[in-house]
Every structure is written in structure tokens, then in C-alpha cells.
């Protein structure tokens, strides 16, 4: 079990290495930062010791370990845009990011999982039908028109949810919650709705999926018969048996969540890293991106890590594997 | 059926279909064997003869649309066709267990084995303790001839063999000490040398606890050793029952007969195998009269009018006219 968690650990860093690598290109690929930070009026010494100031001068390998070592240390520099440190910059947007793709998620599950089931062992009813139908429709609507939907009948129509921010948050440290408040969570409610729609269909497909291919397994056709009730076959022999690509897909998709937040954030006015992330493409702002691209890598990364660790507590042949 | 001793499993005139949109198939036609307690009955016949659906129809476990559609099955007298789902979740593992053939696949490989154990055992014996079942759990596996029980309780089945888990598989079926055992073809998915195993640990534990066995197998050498009675299925019918000795030595209806000729003797040097010509009707397309006339050298004409019931032999029953008036 050591063994696998040290193999996996390592697995991570150097996938971080190579996203870093990348996130560095974006650097030299982008064009001179010297342009865009200096006013027309600056003179070529000013340049020069921006230049100088921002190590761009090196070489390209000494460069790029600066940044690897700075990044570790979690320093990505100044923002091209308004000189603040990067990595203070997308901790303060970190929380509303966070928060609003925990709940997603958690909704999804609460939500998806049961229904899955429900379709699965229901199999042919008229409700279960219905359920499969609406999930294509789940499936297939982009977040930004259920956003924009949702909007449109909870704020707009009938004036009950609020339409855009989110709310009054509490600090705790450096992390601010909008947990803690009942504006914070009323704000909370439509954005994750419309961050989760996607993946509560796709999790319920899922469920629904596995959980009758496992009841067409021998060892769940050898519990019937052992004369162990249905209802105990249903929710310890399969669908144990299915939360090993649900964890996967689960995991992954707060990855994917965080990544494609974006969107829902940009209806939503949320004030989050997506939102942080527009702003510095539209000004160029190269620290910025390269640094949310390393912490959505990094989110990633752990993300995956986790689920191999998962994997393994949940089935223990992967225990023993090498 | 002249023994005085009860049966523990009695068929009657089993009948199975499978409705379906070209019409409705019969499976299984006017089934009717019994099985005493302690008894071995082995039920062999080709692929889709029927034998593994008959099992499937005595545990309940039919696969969806198939029904049955005719007569009964008792077990120890009870009528056990027809209950309910629920009422067969307690027949199914305390009165009979059940054994299948693939080891690999029969145990949920997220459990350990003592789990599954003690898991059936207090589905059926209600009030015992976890650690009564723990206890009861490594007595079984000490039973089925598993080393080192006290560990091994607590193994995954990714962690056994293929013949050690098919101890651990008959360990399951064993646990609530059932009238009845149905082994589908518990032998086929294991090394020739563990099969002996296998079926002579089957057959002591049926002896000692008085169980009666339904053990469906192709495996000649299989009924041979272990089986008390043999049946023999052709296309969804019983076509011949009898004492295994005189079954295979001198099997009465001319498909059995057709069936040990192509057994290759050890040590003899064949050319060429012998081989019945021709194969198995559909279940669709089943000949007027004797389902086997087409392949018989035997048959007559009356082998295609009419179909025979199964009429006693010397010292069983064979569904053939040979044995009522010749096939004229």
C-alpha cells in the first residue's frame, strides 16, 4: 500500500513538471511583457531595467527552474496588470470558486446517485422512462442557457433568488465563506443548480449503467442464489461494485468543475478564479494564466491522486498490485 | 421410485416457456425426476438441453420472460413453484443452496469471504451473532478443506485459487445446511486434477449431511464418479434415468447410447471419434414425434407420429419405443 501511494506521489510530480513546462512556454510564446507593462512615454533605460528586474535576460533553462522554484514556493509573480502578487490574487478568488463546485458536487451526488439506482433496479416503469428522457435533455443543455433560464424564472419572474454575487461572506482567515449567511447561501443556490445539472444526468447514466451491468454479474446472480434479499443486493453487493467509476468520474469532474466554472461564473457575476482568469486573458496578463493554470493542474492532479488511493480502498485486489 | 424413503425433491410434469415475439418456446416439456435425501442425482445432456434451466426453474431463479408454465416442484412435500419472491428468498440458501460454475465470478470480489459467509448464514439463521457466524464461517471453510481457516476467513476472493474458491462456493451453498443442492456444472471451470477434488469433497459432505444433489454436468466423468442416478436431457426433455452404473454401461435410449460411444476409452487408439450425425434441434423447430428421430439409426415410423413417454427399462425409465412395442 506504501509502495502504491509513494508510486502515485511521483506519478503527480512529474506531471506537475511537465504542466509547469507549459505554463512557462506561455511566457515565452506570448510576446515581450516589457511592451505591454511600459507606458509609451518610458524610456529604454526604464525597459531595461524592467527587463532586468523581471529576469528575462537569462537563459531560457535558468528561467524556467526560477519559475519551477518560485512556483513550488508558491510565488508566481506580479501581475502584469495591476503589480499584485498573483498567488494573493487567486487566493482571495480561491474560496467563492471552491465553495460554489462543493456544492455542485454534493448535489449531484445527492442527487444523481439515488436516481440512478432508482432507474436501474425500475427498469421499464413509466417513471423510470421519464427520468431517462429528461437526462438527455440534462445532458445536452450548455450551463450558460440553464444559468440564463434559471435567472430568468427564480429572479427575474418571480423575484425570490438573487441573480448575480454571492452575498454576504464571513472571513475565516484567509478563506471567506458564503456559508454562514443566509444571503451567501440563497446566492449560492442558482449557480450550483446550474453547475450541476450536467453532472447530476451524466452520474445518474452512470449509476444506471453500471448498476445493471453488475446484476447481470455471476456473483450477484450466485446472492439471489443464497436467498439474500433484493434490497440488500441492491445497495451492498451492487452498488458497491459501482462507485468505482462514479469516484472517478466524481473526482475528475470537480476538476472539470473548477476548470469550466468559468461560464457559470461569467452568468452569474460569481467572483470567483474563472472570473479572475476572463480578466487576465482579456489584458494579456501572462502571470496570472500561467499561474491558474498550474493550480487548476495541480487541483487536478491531486484530484486524480486521490481517486487511485480511493480505488484501492475500495477494492483491495488493486491493494496488492504493483 | 419402488425405495420407501421420501423424496426430498419431487418435478412433476415441469413445463418452462420463454414467450417471446415469434411465438412461445418450450424450454423444458413434462420434466419429472426425484431426488432422495443424500441422493446424487446427475443431469447431463448437450449445451441447451435443458439442464441448467431445470435447476434455474427449482431455485426460482428463471430468467425474465421465462415461466413456468406447467407442473410442480416439492421440496421435503412442500410446493415451492409459485411462491412468492419473498417466500423464495428464504427457500433459496437455507433449504436450497446453490453452486455454480464459474469459481472466479461467484463471490462479489469486494467482500472477504468470512463476510459472505457470515452474511448468508444470518440472512437464514436469524438471531445469531456476528460472532457466532464468524465462528460458524471458519468451521465451514474448516469443513470444505480449507487450510488455515482462522486467516483465510478474513481473505479476500482474489486470494484464493480457482478450486480453492470453489471450496469457499460450496462453503456458501453448504451454510444454512440445505435439503438440496443444485451444482450447476461445478466442475467445468477448474484444472482437471482439482475436479476430482472437488467433486469427492461434494459428494462426502452430501453423504454425511444427508443432502440430496442435483449436480448438472456434461462431464461423463463427473456423473461417473460422483453421481447415484443419472438423467439424461435431450432438447428440453428427460429422455432416459437410471442407476449411473447401468446408464453408462448399458444405456437403454439410443441418443445415451450414442452419447458413451463418443467417449474416447483411455489407452484405446481411434482414428476418427465417434460422433452422433446431426445436432440438436432448435427449441423451435422440435420434429413431430421423438425429438431425436432425424439423428436415430433405430427410429421407425412410429418414432415420427408419436412421441414416447418415458416407459420403465430393466432398472430405469427410457423415453423410447424400443422399449413399448418397437418403432413400427
Not at chain 1, 461564473?265 to 479572475?276: A, D, K, S, Y
Request: charged share 20%; net charge positive.
Amino acid at each position: 500500500m506504501l509502495v502504491f501511494v509513494v508510486k502515485k506521489l511521483l506519478n503527480a510530480a512529474l506531471v506537475m513538471l511537465a504542466v509547469s513546462f507549459l505554463a512557462f512556454l506561455i511566457f515565452q510564446l506570448a510576446g515581450d511583457p516589457v511592451d505591454m507593462m511600459s507606458s509609451e512615454q518610458s524610456t529604454q533605460a526604464d525597459r531595461d531595467l524592467l527587463r532586468e528586474r523581471l529576469g528575462l535576460n537569462d537563459n531560457f533553462l535558468v528561467q524556467y527552474v526560477r519559475f519551477v522554484a518560485n512556483a513550488a514556493q508558491g510565488n508566481f509573480g506580479i501581475s502584469y496588470r495591476n503589480g499584485q502578487e498573483v498567488l494573493g490574487l487567486i487566493a482571495d478568488r480561491f474560496p467563492a470558486t471552491m465553495e460554489l463546485v462543493l456544492v455542485a458536487t454534493v448535489l449531484s451526488l445527492l442527487i444523481g446517485l439515488p436516481l440512478g439506482i432508482l432507474t436501474a433496479i425500475k427498469r421499464g416503469t413509466w417513471y423510470s422512462e421519464i427520468l431517462q428522457f429528461a437526462s438527455i435533455i440534462g445532458v445536452s443543455l450548455p450551463s450558460f442557457v440553464v444559468g440564463i433560464l434559471l435567472i430568468l424564472v427564480f429572479s427575474v419572474t418571480l423575484g425570490i433568488l438573487p441573480a448575480f454575487g454571492r452575498g454576504e461572506v464571513v472571513e475565516l482567515g484567509w478563506w471567506s465563506t458564503g456559508f454562514l449567511t443566509k444571503s451567501g447561501l440563497m446566492a449560492l443556490i442558482l449557480p450550483s443548480i446550474s453547475l450541476s445539472l450536467y453532472q447530476v444526468t451524466l452520474i445518474m447514466r452512470l449509476v444506471r449503467a453500471e448498476m445493471l451491468e453488475v446484476m447481470r454479474s455471476d456473483y450477484v446472480k450466485f446472492a439471489r442464489a443464497r436467498g439474500i434479499p433484493r434490497h440488500r443486493i441492491y445497495f451492498r453487493h451492487a452498488l458497491r461494485n459501482c462507485l468505482m467509476p462514479v469516484v472517478t468520474l466524481t473526482a475528475m469532474n470537480i476538476g472539470t468543475l473548477i476548470a469550466f466554472a468559468l461560464i457559470t461564473e461569467t452568468v452569474f457575476q460569481w467572483p470567483g478564479m474563472g472570473m479572475l482568469f476572463i480578466q487576465a486573458v482579456t489584458f494579456i496578463d501572462i502571470p496570472v494564466m500561467a499561474a491558474y493554470l498550474c493550480i487548476v493542474a495541480l487541483i487536478f492532479v491531486f484530484l486524480n491522486t486521490m481517486v487511485d488511493i480511493t480505488y484501492a480502498v475500495i477494492d483491495p485486489r488493486l491493494r496488492d498490485a504493483k | 421410485m419402488l425405495d420407501a424413503t421420501p423424496s426430498c425433491l419431487e418435478v412433476r410434469n415441469l413445463v418452462v416457456e420463454f414467450p417471446g415475439r415469434h411465438g412461445t418456446v418450450t424450454a423444458l416439456n413434462d420434466i419429472t425426476l426425484d431426488i432422495r435425501p443424500g441422493e446424487i442425482l446427475g443431469v447431463v445432456g448437450e449445451s441447451g438441453a435443458g439442464k441448467s434451466m431445470t435447476g434455474a426453474a427449482i431455485l426460482g431463479l428463471l430468467e425474465r420472460p421465462g415461466r413456468i408454465a406447467g407442473g410442480e416442484i416439492s421440496l421435503a412435500g412442500r410446493r415451492i413453484d409459485g411462491l412468492g419472491d419473498r417466500a423464495m428468498e428464504k427457500v433459496r440458501g437455507r433449504e436450497i443452496g446453490a453452486i455454480f460454475q464459474d469459481p472466479l465470478t461467484s463471490l462479489n470480489p469486494l467482500f472477504t469471504v468470512g463476510a459472505q459467509l457470515s452474511e448468508t448464514i444470518r440472512q437464514h439463521i436469524p438471531g445469531t451473532s456476528r460472532a457466532q457466524a464468524r465462528a460458524r464461517a471458519v468451521e465451514l471453510l474448516q469443513e470444505v478443506g480449507i487450510p488455515a481457516p482462522q486467516e483465510r476467513v478474513d481473505h479476500f476472493p482474489h486470494q484464493f485459487s480457482g478450486g480453492m474458491r470453489q471450496r469457499v462456493v460450496i462453503a456458501l451453498a453448504l451454510a444454512a445446511r440445505p435439503k438440496l443442492i443444485i451444482a450447476d456444472e461445478p466442475t467445468t471451470a477448474l484444472d482437471v486434477s482439482i475436479q476430482a477434488q472437488i467433486t469427492g469433497l461434494l459428494r462426502k459432505l452430501c453423504k454425511e449431511h444427508d443432502t440430496a444433489v442435483m449436480l448438472v454436468t456434461h462431464d461423463m466423468g463427473v456423473i461417473a464418479e460422483t453421481a447415484d442416478r443419472v438423467a439424461v436431457m435431450y432438447a428440453g426433455r428427460l429422455i432416459e434415468i437410471g442407476p449411473v452404473e447401468d446408464v453408462l454401461k448399458s444405456p437403454a435410449h439410443p441418443y445415451t447410447r450414442g452419447l458413451m460411444a463418443s467417449i474416447p476409452a483411455l489407452g484405446a487408439r481411434v482414428r476418427t471419434l465417434h460422433q452422433i450425425d446431426g445436432a440438436m434441434p432448435r427449441l423451435n423447430a422440435i420434429p413431430a414425434g421423438c425429438a431425436f428421430n432425424p439423428r436415430c439409426t433405430l427410429a421407425g415410423p412410429r418414432c415420427r407420429r408419436n412421441r414416447p413417454d418415458l416407459i420403465p427399462t430393466r432398472s430405469g425409465q427410457a423415453a423410447c419405443w424400443l422399449y413399448e412395442g418397437g418403432v413400427e
